[in-house]
């Protein structure tokens, strides 16, 4: 779900505009101070340097240097670099400033500027500096001691069509990886700069093809479109490449005629429609004006004018991208194709990869310090990070904190105060390191931050949200108001992606408040403070196994209960409540120790010492489950919605949501997933282990009834989808059900069949295995089928390749004859693709009694010869509903279930468990 807001290239503090980004913002404004005269003295300094960079003058940067500095070589070195001929103007801006710590106070500082340079031409670039200056007594002038360029974009170009050519094209071809335009006719013009073509707007009658190699792609493409490739005739197309890519994209005939001006205005529109969304640059106060970038070589972009429904489709290739090829609509935000190229493929060697993969460090710890007043949703926090790097070497760190809290400063662990500036549009700070680091360098940062974060409580996460606004009203209206910070939140700094880390989190809310998080409470909790707003009430939480990330929860809760669950590590179980749960609290304390009671049996092991439980008011039932914590949604009685329908509604199964949540502490909790492909191990696993609880706890019958709701429901939805697509499962459709339909039953009824294909000790050896060879890790598919071939000895290459990465249900018929002697020759056939599935066949007496066997098919055709101890009516397969299967009605065999449960888009959208 991040993919929007990825950006391949970031030039400190400047986003640049990635294909994949829809929107930015300016950076927030500077708070408004009264200058002093520190402020004067630099704002001449930067004043002078302008003057030189406009003048392309090197001396003109060395005469602002103090004569004091030591250090003329480098002032030399950075003089001449840059400085440059045909400047026309120059912008400076500070961006952040600190006292140089063995200088007299009010006398040195080092400064974060961001540089922007325009040349004649259409020319331009944006720099960031790191200076150091120094007032010089004698006059009282401000002047550079040390200079250094951190980063820059040169290439920043004014883009324009040119308006004097225009050409007729002939046979015009665009080709990009599983992507072709075609025009027979049209007319063309280019924008070109001193390096080449790098943008063209082609208008005419012509076609787009987009066909996927991927199968699993082929499927989100017929959901858009209703076929597995797309043939949409287009009216235009707007192109951006890399001047040496032009004629690996572009061939045909494009003559030069003369210019018709109704047409220019039709590309011109076009063109200025288009170039501000891709290779741009935010450049905020340092420029009004809209420069782009020439594409990195090998990138390459389209915005296509379908004619019809579909609109503009954007078509990029972007390196910087894990998954290089994507297709998006824009204009409703949905990704319908994201995938590897075939060349990617071939040098990664593998579909699957890892978000660690190109992470610059690793977090190993985290000290979270934060007073949260709820009621106005505002935090005021000092987080210390320790981490090591990864990367051979570097100059800046990226660290994740939500766009709208300022940060008031940044410090390391010997290094004193750092320089720190924020990607605008984007919840990113950059940290300027005054020297490189190399990998293995362990450092501590602290940074302190504050501001107005709004909370994630009566927020989704899931994809579509069909009743938004009605909920937020039920929401509104009937539940106790309570602040969610979790995941998404970036309420405290934080590796770019998630990264197992240990912490302590002291956290401070209003008197009369509750403040449930990650951790475990300190003895003591909370402890009663006193401020200029009243009393407070300070909580501190030890996280002293890794968790993925930290949550809080500040609400008003009443402690309802607690219980030790006993094992080879015990957890304490406490529950807090909503004062209208406190009720339920108690009952919640005793199955919460039940369900954690067989997960543990099942593991061996507990990943966290506590659990605290907070039961919500909400209008729907769903759940949120950080490590140490699961915030469980009590349903208010008099809701308006209805989720009975829903995928994950269980008749008779009323804790089912409590078992899924607390699950999560094992499995997307202790065990992580390294991409948004392999969610699975996070939802199917919590929704298998919800199914292992409701083996030990409630009858045969109603398990079966379970069983049947995930079977039924996963294969009425199976053509949404296969499992790896992860969070894009119902993308699309904004259907969240498809989400849970597949992502949550389908992977845990695989999980059961792999169960059976490989028997139970086999099972739950390689279970015990994978959760103890993953804790407090990220993993992938590959992972899961390597622990249970290890504990089964089984390939099981084809059995996860077709669950996990195709559509592919199997579809049965069985027949079959009575012989003579006591038994009965069944044949089996699977009619659709040939998968690897264990299935219950039955022998159905004439008695009406049965005979359960457990069948593996992995061939077209299965012969069995099975026992009959009696006259045979018929066989009968899944009579069980352990198989993910459609049986055939045939004319033979009598069956008893098939056919895919209907349903209803009418109903409303449950809230996501997570
Ligand atoms: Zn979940």
Sequence with gaps: MARWSSCALVVLGLAVVSGASVSAQAAPAQPAAAPTSVDTGLAALYARLEQALVAGEPSQILASTSAAATNGDRLSAFAQSQAFARAVRAVIRERDRAPLEE???????????????????????????????????????????????????????????????????????????????????????????????????????GAMQFTPTPAMERTQLRIFSGETELRVPIGAAFLRYHPVDRDDHISGTLTEEPVSASNLRKAQAIFDEEIGKSFGIELADLSRERWSLIPPVGDFLTEVRTKGRFGTLTYVRSGGEAEDISLFQRARRRNVAVYTSAQRLKTRGSREFSEDDEADYDVSHYSIGATIDPDRQQIEGRTEMRLTVRATAVGTLTIKLAESLNVYGVAAEGMGRLLALRVRGQNS????????????????????????????????????????????????????????????????????????????????????????????????????????????????????????????????????????????????????????????????????????????????????????????????????????????????????????????????????????????????????????????????????????????????????????????????????????????????????????????????????????????????????????????????????????????????????????????????????EASSGGSVSVRIDQLGPVMDVPVTVSVIYASGAADDHLVKLSQGSTFVQLPASGPVRGVELNRDEQALIVVERGPAPRTRNGDPMSSSKSVPQLKRSN
């Design 429 to 816: 700070v950059l940290v300027n390191l005054p020297r490189t680091i190399v990998r293995g360098t362990t450092i501590s940062l602290t940074i302190t931050y504050g501001g107005r974060l709004p909370g994630a409580s009566a927020d989704r996460e899931a994809v579509a949200v069909l009743q938004d606004v009605a909920y937020q009203e039920e929401f509104a209206h009937s539940a106790e108001p309570r602040l969610l910070y979790s995941n998404r939140s970036y309420w405290y700094p934080q590796a770019p992606v998630t990264d197992y880390a240990t912490g302590v989190l002291r956290l401070t809310v209003p008197d009369k408040r509750a403040c449930v998080a990650s951790g475990t409470p300190a003895s003591g909790n909370p402890v009663r403070v006193s401020s200029t707003r009243g009393p407070l009430l300070r909580y501190v939480f030890l996280v002293n196994q890794p968790a993925r990330y930290f949550s809080t929860v500040i609400s008003r809760l009443d402690q309802a209960g607690d219980a030790e669950v006993k094992g080879s590590s015990p957890v304490t179980v406490a529950v807090q409540a909503n004062p209208r749960q406190r009720g339920n609290g108690r009952r919640k304390v005793a199955e919460a120790a039940a369900i954690l009671d067989v997960y543990g049996d099942v593991l061996g092991d507990f990943p966290y010492p506590s659990l605290t439980l907070a039961l919500v008011d909400d209008p729907l039932p769903g759940g949120h489950s950080p490590a140490y914590f699961a915030l469980v949604n009590q349903p208010l009685p008099a809701t308006k919605f209805t989720w009975a329908n829903d995928p994950v509604a269980f008749d008779g199964y009323p804790q089912f949501f409590l078992a899924h949540e607390i699950a999560h502490q094992f499995w997307g909790g202790a065990v992580g997933w390294e991409s948004y492909h392999e969610q699975w191990i996070s939802e199917g696993f919590a929704q298998y282990f919800a199914l292992l609880y409701a083996e030990r706890s409630l009858d045969a019958d109603r398990v079966t009834d379970i069983r049947r709701k995930l079977r039924t429901t996963a294969t009425s939805y199976a053509d949404q989808g296969p499992i790896w697509l992860g969070y894009r499962l119902g993308h699309l459709q904004e259907d969240g059900r498809v989400f849970r339909a597949l992502l949550y039953n389908k992977s845990a009824l695989v999980l059961h069949m792999l169960r059976r294909w490989v028997g139970d000790d086999g099972f739950f050896r390689g279970l015990r295995a994978l959760y103890a060879q993953s804790r407090y890790t990220k993993i992938g598919t590959r992972h899961v089928q390597r622990a249970f071939e290890t504990e089964s000895g089984l390939d099981l290459t084809r059995f996860f390749e077709g669950w996990i990465r195709t559509a592919d249900t199997p579809r049965l018929r069985a027949s079959f």
């Design 103 to 205: 200088a007299a106070e009010g006398t040195a500082y080092r400064m974060l500027l961001e540089v922007f340079v325009e040349y004649e031409g259409g020319r331009a670039a944006a720099r960031t500096w790191s200076i150091d200056a120094t007032r010089t007594p004698a006059d009282g002038v401000w002047r550079l001691s040390d200079a250094e360029a951190l980063s820059s974009a040169d290439g920043l170009n004014r883009l324009a069509l040119n308006p004097n050519r225009q050409f007729r094209v002939r046979d015009l071809a665009v080709r990009a990886e599983d992507l072709q335009l075609t025009f027979p006719s049209g007319v063309a013009y280019v924008a070109s700069t001193q390096d080449g073509e790098t943008a063209m707007v082609v208008i005419g009658d």
